[in-house]
């Protein structure tokens, strides 16, 4: 993340050094898609196709003994050349067990094959099709009956209690597509599939090893072209972002599909795990039993899941879609991993944070990558550019290098709020020393890397698009257990000036707030309203403020009851409650010469807690309350230019209530909590602002 911010630089002029042609002069721009000059499209196919099917039908075979009623949901992309196609595909199938052993979970077959097609009658609506594939399989039963016992000596908590088997296959599928409209085809087929695995014991269910079968369905399911049978070029294939990207629907959604199930193979294939294998009987089951809580830890929820999200979200921006659109993307991939990306139920927090924490990093992450990208940069400062920005956006960069965007030399987006809005950097290197109490006796201090950055000027933007103003503070620690300690992230939604001056700005905001250290954890994803405004009594000092009041949606705290927690797999013991809440806060900057040399912070959060110390709220457990307040002063001295010597004073206090209530005897025991802690950073600093 440091690399991102050093190559950003502190300017306009630093940020085009390495520009080998004048920029475009700005101009007024949305974020919009608009129509951009391109060659005139090819008449023929779009290279790429997606496929889709459901299919049900019957097993044979030696597993057939055992076998039935094969249930499958497989997706495939192909290279479409003339009438032939050859692409890759996965499979997501089950076999239920005879009776006596009907109602017992089913097995998960999972299948990785290549296929080659041949279509007939292109130019009809009606076009029959002949697929032949090969692929590698993993077969494992769901059921208890074939669970190890006793476990291995070696054996790990987390991974799979029943034996796997790998194998290969081979498979037929005659089919019939039939034109729906542009580039969508109704998917008709028959599937026939031989496979081999390695023999398995079936001694659970009174039956001698087998190692082999067939199966075939009959199969339903949709042929899209992305493009609409379009190649992707001039103004037929579609609108174009700022920076010359296609939209694109199709690839947006087929690129959250491969996150996803690319994710959930992997972890069957080169982990011993079983909750990625899934198949759409799982998927039901998941339906049905609704959302639960997990119990994960408090870094994999509240950091590496947005972190996902976040990917979600920026398959929608890579592909040309703007913020609102790129948001539902974000929403549908965590709605599709939470329900069909894990055999265990579907976790609440994890939906919550990867839909709002996603969207607030992958905003991030897609503003630090525009203002790290020169399409007219070339040599060693293009691949400096193109390689922070694979560190700081990977799925932008991924698409980037496909479609050949990052050698190619382009124009830059014509509106600077879409490539170098301006805005504020403070990057420090220091130390931190955490307290314990109200005072820093047994200190323990650490390195590390401070960094407060914001993209735009609130008072006076060109435009007012969702996330064209937002700002980031992160703290990087060495030699702790935890590297990132903090990531605070605030977004505009929509944002309105008061008066001619335009020193007042109100708006509503996003938040994501990401604190995880050995003393405290707290975060949340919250929505509010803010005031910002602005003082300055002479050209060359001003003040800046701005008073937050958002809700919570959920956020998470730690507690000393977490472990009383009902969660819907108990993997671990949660330290952390969870639950919505309100809060606010209130800064003021002084920036002299276009310098921060003063900034006061302070912020107050009300989390009523919903699962944790109160059980579940509304069903068992008592109550349970946390009112937490933390408050920082910053002092920034000058020293030469843009460099500063400072000091961050914080203090975090966590006031927590607990109440349970004895069922048999009608008492209730009352508890009150209190955690301190203060912190010290000291450190030298690039401190600039570009308002």
Not at 18 to 23: G, H, I, K, L, S
Not at 528 to 536: E, I, N, Q
Not at 570 to 590: A, H, K, M, N, T
Request: a neutral charge.
């Amino acid at each position: 993340m440091s690399l991102a911010f050093v190559c950003v630089g502190y300017g306009p002029a630093h940020a085009q050094a390495d520009v080998a042609a004048e920029t475009p002069a700005p101009q007024a721009a949305s974020d919009q898609a608009s129509e951009a000059p391109a060659p005139t499209p090819l008449r023929e196919p779009a290279p790429w196709v997606f496929n889709g099917t459901f299919g049900y039908g019957g097993a044979g075979g030696d597993f057939g003994n055992l076998f039935r009623s094969p249930l499958r949901w497989e997706y495939s992309f192909f290279r479409q050349k003339g009438p032939w196609r050859a692409g890759l595909g996965l499979t997501f199938g089950s076999f239920k067990m005879k009776a006596p052993y009907e109602d017992e979970l089913e097995w998960g077959y999972q299948e990785i094959f290549l296929a080659g097609t041949r279509v007939f009658n292109m130019k009809s609506r009606l076009k029959p099709y002949i697929q032949l594939r090969g692929g590698v399989v993993h077969l494992r039963p769901r059921s208890d009956l074939f669970k190890m016992d006793p476990l291995p000596p070696d054996f790990v908590s987390g991974e799979a209690t029943k034996k796997k088997s790998n194998g290969f296959s081979f498979g037929a599928v005659p089919g019939l597509e039939w034109k729906l409209g542009r580039g969508a085809y109704l998917d008709t087929s028959l599937g026939l599939t031989y496979f081999k695995v390695g023999e398995y014991d079936l001694k659970p269910v009174g039956q001698p090893p087998r190692s082999w079968g067939t199966s075939w369905e009959a199969r339903l399911g949709v042929t899209w072209y992305p493009n609409g049978e379009q190649p992707g070029q001039g103004a037929e294939a579609g609108p174009r972002d700022a920076w010359g990207v296609k939209r694109s629907y199709g690839w947006a959604i087929g690129e959250v599909l491969a996150i996803n199930n690319g994710g959930g193979v992997s972890a069957t294939w080169i982990r011993n795990v079983d909750w990625s294998e899934t198949n759409p009987r799982s998927w039901w089951a998941n339906i049905t039993e609704g959302f639960k809580y997990d119990s994960d830890m408090f870094s994999t929820n509240q950091w590496v899941h947005p972190f996902n999200g976040a990917a979600y979200y920026n398959s929608g921006r890579a592909n040309g879609l703007s913020f609102w659109p790129s948001a539902a993307v974000a929403f549908l991939g965590a709605y599709h991993w939470e329900f069909a990306g894990e055999t265990g139920p579907a976790s609440l927090n994890d939906m919550v944070s990867t839909t709002l924490g996603g969207i607030m990093v992958g905003s991030f992450q897609y503003r630090m990558s525009s203002e790290i990208l020169n399409n007219q940069s070339r040599g060693w400062g293009r691949f400096g550019r193109e390689l922070a920005t694979l560190i700081v956006d990977p799925v932008r960069e991924f698409n980037r290098v496909v479609r050949g965007e990052a050698k190619r030399v382009a124009p830059n987006p014509a509106d600077p709020m879409d490539w170098r809005p301006g805005g504020y950097t403070f990057f420090a290197a220091g130390t931190r020393t955490f307290g314990e109490g109200a005072s820093f006796s047994n200190s323990k201090t650490y390195p590390m890397l401070l960094v407060d950055h914001s993209f735009g000027d609130v008072f006076h933007a060109r435009r007012r698009l969702p996330n064209d103003y937002m700002d980031v503070s992160a703290e990087l620690n060495f030699g702790g257990d935890r590297s990132l300690s903090r990531l605070v992230l605030r977004g505009n939604i929509a944002s309105w000036t008061l008066g001619e001056a335009h020193d007042h700005v109100v708006g509503i905001v996003q938040h994501y707030e990401y604190r995880n250290n050995s003393a405290y954890t707290f975060g949340g994803q919250s929505v509010g309203a803010v005031l910002f405004s602005r003082f300055r009594p002479n050209n060359n000092v001003f003040v800046r403020t701005r008073i937050d009041a958002y809700a919570t949606a959920l956020g998470a705290i730690n507690s000393e009851y977490a472990k009383f927690a009902e969660v819907g797999v108990q993997e671990r013991i949660r330290e952390y409650d969870y639950g919505p809440g309100l809060g606010f806060g209130g800064e003021g900057s002084l920036f002299v010469s276009s310098r921060q040399v003063l900034l006061l912070r302070y912020l107050f959060n009300w989390i009523s807690v919903s699962n944790g110390s109160a059980y579940n709220r509304g069903t068992i457990g008592g109550d349970g309350d946390h009112y937490v307040q933390y408050a920082s002063a910053r002092l920034a001295i000058p020293v030469k230019r843009a460099l500063s010597i400072g000091a961050d004073l914080v203090f975090f206090q966590r006031d927590s209530h607990f109440s349970v209530t004895n069922a048999a005897t009608g008492q209730t025991a009352l508890q009150h909590i209190q955690q301190r802690q203060p912190q010290l950073k000291v450190y030298f600093a690039l401190n600039q602002s570009q308002h």
